[in-house]
């Protein structure tokens, strides 16, 4: 079956521009996860939907950074006034709803370069 | 708070030789323990996860792991890795509760020689 899906898979973009990075979680799977991974390390936790709403937006570096999930499938994380320090590949995940014993399961990705 | 450590930046190999690699985890909760491997340019797959029970793991492409709870441990293991198990493998570890984030360490890259 599919799995989650990203786009773009790369973007490249100007410091001070704004992105929008997107993620399509696999079908039924109601958890959304994504993920910040710089180079060379493990990837970091951004923020988690549970449904439409943000359930844990914990991990989200600065208010420049905002995600949204308006109909509980498809989810855009937003960067605006993009910094050389946001590129990273950024990492969609999506799991099932229930306890935290469902594996998440990640997509390819989306390498973001702030020039 | 929960933290992983792998202890091993980086693992050179021969081609069917066994492999280790190390993961240690701090958590003032219980937790799930995961290894995800991450081949080139692309995302996370699921190698195996520790929930509860028996302590010894077994995997996809023959890989396992044992939980060990005294000494905090869950350490992943091979016995004769092939030229495609070149990659980076990440341990994880999520809380009990639904939509527990996950917790990863900072990666192993495999390199497999022949």
């Known amino acids: 079956g599919a799995g989650v899906s990203q786009t773009p898979s790369n973007k490249v973009t100007e410091k001070g521009k704004y992105v929008e990075l997107r993620c399509d979680p696999i079908?039924?799977?109601?958890?959304l996860y994504w993920y910040r991974q710089s180079l060379g390390q493990g990837p970091e936790f951004l923020i988690y939907?549970?449904?439409?709403?943000?359930?844990?937006d914990s991990g989200l570096p600065n208010d420049r950074f905002f995600a949204v999930r308006p109909e509980g499938s498809v989810s855009t994380l937003k960067i605006q006034r993009t910094e050389r320090g946001d590129s990273a590949v950024y990492l969609c995940?999506?799991?099932?709803?229930?306890?935290?014993?469902?594996?998440?399961?990640f997509g390819d990705g989306t390498r973001l370069s702030i020039l | 708070a929960q933290s992983v450590t792998q202890l091993d930046s980086q693992v050179p190999v021969f081609e069917e030789a066994p492999v280790e690699l190390r993961c240690n985890y701090s958590?003032?909760?219980?937790?799930?323990l995961f290894w995800y491997v991450q081949y080139p340019n692309q995302g996370l797959q699921l190698l195996l996860k520790?929930?509860?029970?028996?302590?010894l793991v077994k995997g996809i492409n023959g890989f396992e792991a044992e939980f060990n709870k005294s000494q905090t441990s869950f350490h992943l293991r091979k016995p004769s890795v092939h030229i495609s198990d070149t990659a980076e493998y990440f341990c994880?570890?999520?809380?009990?509760?639904?939509?527990?984030?996950?917790?990863f360490g900072g990666g192993t890259r495999v390199l497999v020689k022949p």
């Open positions: 995940a999506s799991s099932r709803p229930d306890r935290g014993n469902q594996p998440q399961h």
């Open positions: 079908s039924g799977h109601t958890a």
């Open positions: 939907f549970q449904g439409t709403g943000a359930a844990d």
């Open positions: 958590s003032s909760v219980s937790v799930y």
């Open positions: 520790y929930l509860s029970g028996s302590t």
């Open positions: 994880a570890v999520s809380g009990l509760s639904a939509g527990n984030k996950l917790t």
